[in-house]
């Protein structure tokens, strides 16, 4: 698949496996970011020169800090790697905030290639960010592809 059609080949990727946004909860929403960068390709990125690569991003956001948000994104990078060039697909999950989520603080951990993926899901597994929203349900779950820059 080319860069441009990342966020429709992950939402028809959900949808075969009988997944929408409103039925995913973070292992599922982690899980299927990560089966679908694992096994899908970008045909028009150099993955081997950081072309392709998943985050794991967390932590309390919003104007007055009333969301903690749970993340996995896709970030692929085509051409000279510009801001123009580079393309992030998004899988957000949001819940309200608690004492314990301002306490994780925010952050992100890299995968840089799709042989890491089992390394890179053992370390969100075990994360606190993933130990806190491992019982909640979020709020709103949104998927977003735009440009990085």
């Given at each position: 698949?080319?860069?441009?059609?990342?966020?429709?080949?992950f939402l028809r990727y959900l949808g075969s496996n009988g997944r929408t946004l409103d039925n995913l909860?973070?292992?599922?929403?982690?899980?299927s970011?990560?089966?679908?960068?694992?096994?899908?390709?970008?045909?028009?990125?150099?993955?081997?020169n950081d072309g392709d690569m998943l985050f794991f991003q967390w932590g309390t956001?919003?104007?007055?800090?009333?969301?903690?948000?749970?993340?996995?994104?896709?970030?692929v990078?085509?051409?000279?790697?510009?801001?123009?060039?580079?393309r992030q697909l998004s899988l957000t999950l949001h819940y309200p905030t608690t004492a314990t989520s301002h306490s994780l603080g925010n952050g992100s951990?890299?995968?840089?290639?799709?042989?890491?993926?089992?390394?890179?899901?053992?370390?969100?597994?075990?994360?606190?960010a993933t130990t806190h929203v491992s019982s909640a349900h979020p709020y709103r779950t949104q998927v977003t592809f735009d440009h990085a820059g």
């Open positions: 698949m080319r860069a441009l059609d990342l966020e429709n080949a909860d973070a292992a599922t929403a982690i899980g970011m990560t089966m679908f960068y694992a096994h899908h390709r970008v045909t028009d990125v150099d993955i081997d956001y919003g104007s007055e800090q009333q969301e903690f948000v749970y993340d996995i994104t896709r970030q990078i085509t051409g000279s790697g510009d801001d123009d060039s580079i951990r890299w995968c840089p290639h799709p042989e890491q993926t089992e390394t890179f899901l053992a370390l969100i597994a075990h994360h606190p």
